[in-house]
């Protein structure tokens, strides 16, 4: 148990703070999407019918919230797990963290575009 | 050790599933056709097809149960980086464990209702709300 709670900081101050914030908004957002997933009764599972669920903007905007959240949340959380096995040293985990950095931007966007279709 | 052990197993998994569901709601971008009978179908439609199916139904339950236990044992922890319940951790953990139950089995619930009726227990039609 100390060893979680001392592993926790070793990330940096930021990090550790933004995987908290992020923990709680996917909470919240995770609850919200799923529950409309399942209340809302769409019928039969396919494009238009899931378009017609996604053609109100708020819950597009959650879905954004989600994106962005799940996106950094994942991808810290994976470089907190790579860090303990073999990203040990400074350098190296600065290597990674870029690495990480560029695959998340990319994953946002893509994931934007994704949504895109239902968005515009 | 087990919660942790669990924890990080839990937040791999879910790794690898936030970018798999990217991937599969982008599919809305590709390969849309015209079928034998004039209708337009895509990708997304038979992915979408396959997730009304009973295997992928449990599996999603799989799933929630698997973001469930990681959510609930992550609050245990924002908990105690507030210094709230270090000296009670394990009951605390056991309070989590019985909430990610108790939603799971509401989870559940949902779930063997459709495999059983093909229907939402919300609602008592298979009409599209638009």
């Given at each position: ?37 399942h ?29 962005a ?50 968005i515009? | ?43 997304y ?6 997730f ?17 236990y ?18 009670q ?19 559940a ?15 008592g ?6």
């Amino acid at each position: 148990m100390k060893a979680e709670v001392v592993a926790a900081h070793k990330g940096g101050m930021w990090a550790w703070l933004f995987q908290r914030i992020t923990a709680v908004l996917l909470i919240l957002c995770l609850a919200l999407h799923l529950v409309l997933t399942h209340i809302l009764n769409i019928g039969e599972l396919n494009y238009g019918n899931v378009a017609n669920r996604l053609a109100h903007a708020s819950l597009t905007a959650v879905d954004i919230i989600l994106l962005a959240a799940g996106i950094y949340h994942a991808l810290n959380g994976l470089r907190m797990v790579l860090m303990d096995y073999w990203f040990g040293s400074r350098r190296w985990a600065v290597a990674l963290s870029i690495v990480l950095w560029v695959v998340g931007l990319a994953a946002m966007g893509y994931g934007t575009w994704a949504l895109w279709p239902w968005i515009s | 050790m087990w919660a942790w052990l669990l924890f990080r197993a839990s937040g791999l998994l879910l790794v690898f599933y936030l970018f798999a569901h990217i991937i599969v709601t982008s599919m809305s971008h590709f390969g849309v056709k015209v079928n034998e009978f004039g209708e337009t179908t895509s990708w997304y439609d038979s992915l979408m097809e396959f997730f009304d199916h009973p295997i992928a139904i449990v599996l999603d339950l799989c799933l929630v149960g698997v973001v469930l236990y990681h959510a609930l044992n992550g609050v245990r922890i924002i908990l105690m980086d507030f210094g709230v319940g270090i000296k009670q951790h394990k009951i605390i953990f056991w309070v989590c464990m019985a909430i990610t139950v108790l939603c799971l089995a509401l989870f559940a619930y949902v779930a063997f209702y459709f495999l059983i009726n093909e229907v939402g227990p919300w609602n008592g039609t298979t009409e599209v709300v638009s």
